[in-house]
T-cell receptor, first 115, second 113 residues
């Protein structure tokens, strides 16, 4: 399967704990995105990488959130000191720089539940 | 306030019926994409419309982009239970970053057998 993969698919944690999610994009895609989706809403943009450079961050991305893409391949999203409001589906997507319309291909997401 | 408003929010119909869902904005978009999302999965890209007035067909699905590139519609003919899902429109607004997709809140479609 050469699509976008995300791990873990589900994560349950207690408030105050740190969590880390991983995204493996489609191999030739140089753009990588993180989104957050809550029930009944569309995905909301969090951050964007072009290769290893983090070029854009949403104001939704508080200082408890950090994302990396160290070698321009896989990416990690870490949430420190989780809060109940962080419970959501975290989606990763990738696309080709050459794609004029920024058509993005999404992974299956990581469902985070903070107790 | 959502930049992209989708209507209706929920739609439940019988197999074989036709339906139209709408995606509206007061902002101009350089292109609009339609995705379908099933429970517990990520959105899957269906189509991209880029030219004002453009109509694209994908089997029983017909997508239209408004002349002013502020709105779009998705029409499904003879809906089937397999069409059930959350339909999302998304795009980069001309006034914003071309790299960010802004999503609507979606239309949850249920097709009953």
């Amino acid at each position: 399967d050469t699509g976008v993969s995300q791990n873990p698919r589900h994560k349950i944690t207690k408030r105050g704990q740190n969590v880390t999610f991983r995204c493996d994009p489609i191999s030739e895609h140089n753009r990588l995105y993180w989104y957050r989706q809550t029930l009944g809403q569309g995905p909301e943009f969090l951050t964007y990488f072009q290769n290893e450079a983090q070029l854009e961050k949403s104001r939704l991305l508080s200082d408890r959130f950090s994302a990396e893409r160290p070698k321009g391949s896989f990416s990690t999203l870490e949430i420190q000191r989780t809060e109940q409001g962080d419970s959501a589906m975290y989606l990763c997507a990738s696309s080709l720089l050459q794609n004029s319309y920024n058509e993005q291909f999404f992974g299956p997401g990581t469902r985070l539940t903070v107790l | 306030t959502q930049l992209l408003e989708q209507s209706p929010q929920f739609l439940s119909i019988q197999e074989g019926e036709n339906l139209t869902v709408y995606c509206n904005s007061s902002s101009v978009f350089s292109s609009l994409q339609w995705y379908r999302q099933e429970p517990g999965e990520g959105p899957v890209l269906l189509v991209t419309v880029v030219t004002g007035g453009e109509v694209k067909k994908l089997k029983r699905l017909t997508f239209q982009f408004g002349d002013a590139r502020k709105d779009s519609s998705l029409h499904i003919t003879a809906a089937q239970p397999g069409d059930t899902g959350l339909y999302l429109c998304a795009g980069p607004p001309i006034s914003g970053s071309a790299r960010q997709l802004t999503f609507g809140s979606g239309t949850q479609l249920t097709v009953l057998p």
